[in-house]
């Protein structure tokens, strides 16, 4: 569907202000927390990583979005870049703990109304000093401009090369809405979310039960579909926070409205999560992974997802090299039966596409042309199964040089 | 166990003749045609790619193999580099056909007692003219010699550094028997098989249905638990032949011979496949996960395979970097639930040990000398999961930019 684009980020919902400060968690000389506060309560919603290793941070949220009591209460986002206050048992639940009380203290809100969000290196312990003199320079910072909706969004930053903001408007009930995001994330991201942090704010009132289903629904061809490694993170959290200042009715149903506001934040989230493979660690090249006639859409997400980690498959896009069988052969190792003599296999990009295989038998196609289209920025590999009438994408990038080098001393 | 380890490879079994020809298939320069040879009937055994994608004698061979009229006759096996023979359709089993009638012909023995391998490149279609003059070649340069053995293994070799051959005696119904191995693949290795090739020999009478679970017994903990990125290929064959000539009984039931048998076939396949795991694409260390005291033997495989495919974890390991945190989290998404507050996880080396995690929190320890523990040439990571009784070890290796580097573009 077409977006309507507008300016602004998170701030771009009425209501909303935002603010990046540097803070000094482990980075130094660069903005490392941010925070994103509402002028009244939220709605909010969550989907967090299927680790069973879950970072503190995530604990702590998945309390106040899966409670009743707090889930239509939440006024503050917290977030820190350069440690992700993972693996730290108790310390870090009441790192935690601390966090938000301290942001409770400066807002003057309760510590279960604050969303808490860490990105960095596992294993390490939160310097609370410093994150509580964060959360006052924050607080200090807050306005509901663009530019600090983007020093919120260049603040969670890691091994990002790429700033990630969008907002959008549509009309719900008459009334014009907006819905707005920043996101962070390039490594460790696989499918079922991963160090992967987006904050989505909107002016429209949607009930928490709705909410939660619009974004699980967003979710699913989205940030569910991207990955760079194959590593799922022990942090991924993607919140989203309605405050109903755009004066809608309240969706509280599966009506027009509530299909409109679903399809509007899955095409944004699709547009969002594309940046994140395309701006994958190391990478050169987004590639795009089209799986069609599938005989159930699930067997399709598998298939496509199954494709766009393969190492060598990746290799292949960071070379250039029309490997159409390490394809056929990822598809193959997938998980999911299908007859290999049925499937048709094209690559495409800017430049013109190229068929590979058909029927499952290898075409002649001419190398030089087939080069010159996987030397795009954007490639495609399109796997016909014809098997069915389902389909599904996945996004990846190529794996470089510079991916094990970002990934060989993280730490240091 | 310890091995009462001999020379001669595939030879070193009585009545097994080898040999190694350059038959120009793809390669020019080096030979890239193997043959093994028996002077009588043997029994067959094989395990297979799971790939849904197979290659032409994947598909062969396992025809022969699980086919009780052809099991117990097979004389020879014929191997080709260079070129994978997967994803040709109707042509790459005529290829198949047409070789083993060639083979047949030349050796005077019938097209189905002829076992076929091939490696290299997918979507390629084999050069039949030259194939079958490289079947003369090798039948002209048979020999029961360590050298015929030597050169036949260093013919299958693609992007291989290291030659990998293995025999060992054992006494069996008072008859000293032998088993013999060469094998090739170091890409596309992953659990359950890949472009991984192994032929075995052995001059010990066994029936073919203990063959058959001898050899599941001794790869499930051996070639089924290494990788080296993940990727699975259409191409893995993993044949055993057993001629009979040492004199033994028949090993028909699961007798003490059987015990001994499988536990040597077991502990000599470990020994080969962490040969594959430390000659992996572009590894500068070979890299051992053992996962102890998890709540079933199937469940610590999981984990352990898990861990060793995380690219993450690879990329830290080549920068000799003690990231914990990448580990436990590669535990935590391999689908197997788990207490991380009560995972203990220590690296070690030739250099010593340092224990980095304790009860799922990190330890403090000195980094220097976990770097040091981690720039030797074989590291471990030991992951204490204390659920339960079972254990289990999975070798891979680091990721390297040389991998990037040989995989970019394998096919020119």
């Given at each position: 569907?077409?977006?309507?684009?507008?300016?602004?980020?998170?701030?771009?919902?009425?209501?909303?202000?935002?603010?990046?400060?540097?803070?000094?968690?482990?980075?130094?000389?660069?903005?490392?927390?941010?925070?994103?506060?509402?002028?009244?309560?939220?709605?909010?919603?969550?989907?967090?990583?299927?680790?069973?290793?879950?970072?503190?941070?995530?604990?702590?949220?998945?309390?106040?979005?899966?409670?009743?009591?707090?889930?239509?209460?939440?006024?503050?986002?917290?977030?820190?870049?350069?440690?992700?206050?993972?693996?730290?048992?108790?310390?870090?639940?009441?790192?935690?703990?601390?966090?938000?009380?301290?942001?409770?203290?400066?807002?003057?809100?309760?510590?279960?109304?604050?969303?808490?969000?860490?990105?960095?290196?596992?294993?390490?312990?939160?310097?609370?000093?410093?994150?509580?003199?964060?959360?006052?320079?924050?607080?200090?910072?807050?306005?509901?401009?663009?530019?600090?909706?983007?020093?919120?969004?260049?603040?969670?930053?890691?091994?990002?090369?790429?700033?990630?903001?969008?907002?959008?408007?549509?009309?719900?009930?008459?009334?014009?809405?907006?819905?707005?995001?920043?996101?962070?994330?390039?490594g460790m991201i696989e499918p079922n979310m991963c160090t992967m942090l987006c904050f989505v704010t909107t002016d429209a009132a949607v009930s928490p039960a709705m909410l939660d289903k619009a974004l699980r629904y967003a979710v699913?061809?989205?940030?569910?579909?991207?990955?760079?490694?194959?590593?799922?993170?022990?942090?991924?959290?993607?919140?989203?926070?309605?405050?109903?200042?755009?004066?809608?009715?309240?969706?509280?149903?599966?009506?027009?409205?509530?299909?409109?506001?679903?399809?509007?934040?899955?095409?944004?989230?699709?547009?969002?999560?594309?940046?994140?493979?395309?701006?994958?660690?190391?990478?050169?090249?987004?590639?795009?992974?089209?799986?069609?006639?599938?005989?159930?859409?699930?067997?399709?997400?598998?298939?496509?997802?199954?494709?766009?980690?393969?190492?060598?498959?990746?290799?292949?896009?960071?070379?250039?090299?029309?490997?159409?069988?390490?394809?056929?052969?990822?598809?193959?190792?997938?998980?999911?039966?299908?007859?290999?003599?049925?499937?048709?296999?094209?690559?495409?990009?800017?430049?013109?596409?190229?068929?590979?295989?058909?029927?499952?038998?290898?075409?002649?196609?001419?190398?030089?042309?087939?080069?010159?289209?996987?030397?795009?920025?954007?490639?495609?590999?399109?796997?016909?199964?014809?098997?069915?009438?389902?389909?599904?994408?996945?996004?990846?990038?190529?794996?470089?040089?510079?991916?094990?080098?970002?990934?060989?001393?993280?730490?240091?």
């Open positions: 569907m077409e977006l309507d684009k507008i300016s602004g980020g998170v701030t771009a919902s009425q209501g909303f202000k935002a603010a990046g400060a540097a803070a000094g968690i482990k980075y130094t000389g660069r903005d490392d927390m941010a925070m994103i506060v509402s002028d009244v309560p939220c709605t909010a919603a969550g989907v967090f990583t299927s680790n069973v290793v879950q970072a503190a941070p995530v604990r702590w949220d998945r309390n106040i979005v899966r409670n009743e009591k707090t889930n239509r209460s939440v006024r503050a986002v917290v977030v820190n870049a350069g440690i992700a206050n993972a693996c730290t048992g108790e310390d870090g639940m009441n790192a935690c703990r601390e966090t938000a009380e301290e942001t409770g203290r400066v807002l003057g809100i309760g510590s279960d109304q604050v969303i808490l969000g860490s990105t960095g290196v596992i294993g390490a312990y939160l310097p609370m000093d410093r994150v509580c003199a964060g959360v006052q320079l924050l607080k200090d910072a807050l306005a509901d401009t663009e530019a600090a909706s983007d020093r919120a969004s260049r603040a969670i930053m890691t091994t990002d090369t790429v700033n990630k903001e969008i907002a959008v408007q549509l009309t719900l009930d008459g009334k014009t809405c907006h819905i707005g995001a920043i996101s962070k994330g390039v699913a061809d989205s940030y569910n579909m991207i990955s760079v490694d194959g590593d799922m993170s022990t942090n991924d959290t993607l919140v989203i926070l309605a405050n109903g200042l755009a004066g809608n009715e309240e969706i509280a149903e599966e009506n027009e409205d509530y299909v409109r506001f679903a399809e509007t934040l899955r095409a944004m989230l699709i547009e969002q999560a594309r940046k994140h493979a395309a701006d994958g660690e190391g990478a050169t090249a987004l590639f795009e992974v089209r799986v069609e006639h599938a005989d159930t859409r699930e067997h399709a997400r598998i298939l496509a997802k199954s494709v766009v980690n393969s190492p060598l498959t990746k290799a292949a896009v960071y070379g250039h090299d029309a490997n159409g069988g390490r394809i056929l052969c990822a598809l193959g190792y997938a998980g999911v039966t299908f007859d290999p003599d049925l499937v048709d296999l094209t690559i495409k990009s800017a430049a013109g596409e190229v068929p590979l295989y058909r029927a499952g038998a290898k075409l002649d196609y001419d190398e030089e042309f087939a080069t010159r289209v996987l030397s795009e920025k954007e490639v495609c590999a399109l796997c016909d199964m014809h098997m069915g009438a389902e389909e599904a994408v996945a996004w990846g990038c190529d794996l470089s040089y510079d991916y094990v080098k970002i990934n060989a001393d993280y730490r240091s």
